[in-house]
C-alpha cells in the first residue's frame, strides 16, 4: 500500500496520507512514489479518482502538468498512466467523458481525451454515438498533433452522419453540419484551405433552415461559428 511505501515518516499522520499541496509538491510526491511500481500506477491513479473522476481528473491534469512541464520529469509520466488506466475500457472512459468533453483540454489530459473518445467510438452501441465520438475523437489527436489521424476520424464521422441525414434529414442534419464544421476547422490546420472552405459551405447551408427556424438555438451557434471560420479564412486570403 502507499503507506507501507512511505513508511513511518512525517507524510504518514494515522495511517493516511493528507492530500499534499501545493499541487507542485503533490505531482512530486505521486511519480516518486508510483515510479517504484509503474505497472500498479494506472490502477493507483483510477482508485484515487473513481469516486469523482471528472474532479479527479482535473486535479490530475494539473499534476500531470506540473510533474512534465514544470519539473520536467519525464522518466515516469503521470499522462502515461493515465492512458493506461483508461485505455479499452468504456465503462471508465463513460465516467470521463465530462472531464475531457471539453475541446480546449490542458496539456497533461490531451493523451486522455485520444484514448477515451477511441475508446468510445470502438464501443459505440450505434453510429449516431459513434460519429459523435469520432468528431470529438478528431479535436483530441489534433490537440496532441496527430493531424492526419484528425483528418480520419472526422472524415469517418462526416460519412456516417451523412448517411444518417438521408435517412432521416430533420433529425440528422444538424449533426452533420457540426461535423462538416468540425472537418473545416481541421482542414485549415492542415492547410487545405480549399477544402476547408467547401466544408464550412456544406456545414453552414446545411445548418442555416434549422437556425432560421429556432433562432437563438443549437443551429443558430453552430451557424454562426461556421459563418465566422469562412470569414476568417477569406480575410486572411488563403486558397
Not at 117 to 133: I, R, V
Request: aromatic share 6%.
Amino acid at each position: 500500500s502507499l503507506v507501507e511505501t512511505l513508511g513511518p515518516t512525517s507524510w504518514v499522520i494515522d495511517d493516511e496520507v493528507p492530500a499534499p499541496a501545493p499541487d507542485i509538491l503533490a505531482a512530486a510526491l505521486v511519480v516518486e512514489v508510483f515510479r517504484h511500481d509503474p505497472n500498479n500506477a494506472p490502477e493507483w491513479l483510477w482508485a484515487a479518482i473513481e469516486d469523482d473522476v471528472p474532479g479527479g481528473l482535473e486535479r490530475l491534469g494539473r499534476l500531470s502538468h506540473d510533474a512534465e512541464v514544470v519539473l520536467g520529469l519525464h522518466a515516469h509520466r503521470m499522462s502515461d498512466w493515465l492512458v493506461s488506466a483508461f485505455e479499452g475500457r468504456p465503462t471508465r472512459c463513460r465516467h470521463a467523458v465530462p472531464g475531457v468533453a471539453d475541446v480546449r483540454l490542458p496539456l497533461g489530459l490531451r493523451p486522455l481525451g485520444v484514448v477515451v473518445w477511441q475508446t468510445l467510438a470502438d464501443a459505440a452501441e450505434n453510429d449516431e454515438q459513434k460519429a459523435q465520438a469520432l468528431n470529438l475523437l478528431a479535436f483530441a489527436r489534433s490537440s496532441v498533433g496527430e493531424t492526419e489521424g484528425a483528418l480520419e476520424a472526422i472524415r469517418e464521422s462526416v460519412e456516417i452522419r451523412r448517411c444518417l441525414a438521408v435517412a432521416s434529414p430533420a433529425r440528422y442534419e444538424q449533426d452533420l453540419a457540426q461535423s462538416l464544421g468540425t472537418l473545416g476547422t481541421q482542414l485549415r490546420e492542415a492547410r487545405k484551405f480549399r477544402e476547408a472552405k467547401d466544408a464550412f459551405r456544406e456545414g453552414a447551408g446545411l445548418a442555416r433552415p434549422h437556425a432560421a427556424q429556432f433562432p437563438g438555438g443549437p443551429a443558430a451557434r453552430l451557424l454562426a461559428a461556421i459563418e465566422n471560420d469562412l470569414r476568417d479564412l477569406d480575410e486572411t486570403g488563403e486558397s
